[in-house]
Nanobody, 128 residues
Framework: QVHVVESGGGLVQAGGSLRLSCSCAASGRTFSTLSMGWVRQTPGKERELVAGIRWTSGLIHYADSVKGRFTISRDKVKNTMELQMDSLKAEDTAVYYC???????????????????WGRGTQVTVSS
């Protein structure tokens, strides 16, 4: 069982920055096969993976839309994951979800679905 809770988010002007944080509670063995990520969604659109990180190796995947602007990281001591968002654009406005999933490393390590563990989401609004 994995429990994740987001914090951060809010309202920022275009070009500004925000930082999201996600605390993760899981058993020690679970962390060894854990992938975590940030997924965002706007009304009427499908969920979009923003970034994913493999807990043990630190391997990272970014969506093309955020490469060079967002940075995902994890703290293995505090059991937290963060998303630093810089140069924000209006199109980054969405509800951002922290998600965690147990899976062996493979080609789908950063693809999250309904069977994974999701936070409640935090609103990010970028005004233009």
């Amino acid at each position: 069982q994995v429990h994740v809770v987001e914090s951060g988010g809010g309202l920022v002007q275009a070009g500004g920055s925000l930082r999201l944080s996600c605390s993760c509670a899981a058993s020690g063995r679970t962390f060894s096969t854990l992938s975590m990520g940030w997924v965002r969604q706007t009304p009427g659109k499908e969920r979009e993976l923003v970034a994913g990180i493999r807990w043990t190796s630190g391997l990272i995947h970014y969506a093309d839309s955020v490469k060079g602007r967002f940075t995902i990281s994890r703290d293995k001591v505090k059991n937290t994951m963060e998303l630093q968002m810089d140069s924000l654009k209006a199109e980054d406005t969405a509800v951002y979800y922290c998600v965690a999933g147990e899976r062996p490393f493979g080609s789908n390590w950063y693809r999250f679905g309904n069977d994974d563990y999701w936070g409640r989401g935090t609103q990010v609004t970028v005004s233009s």
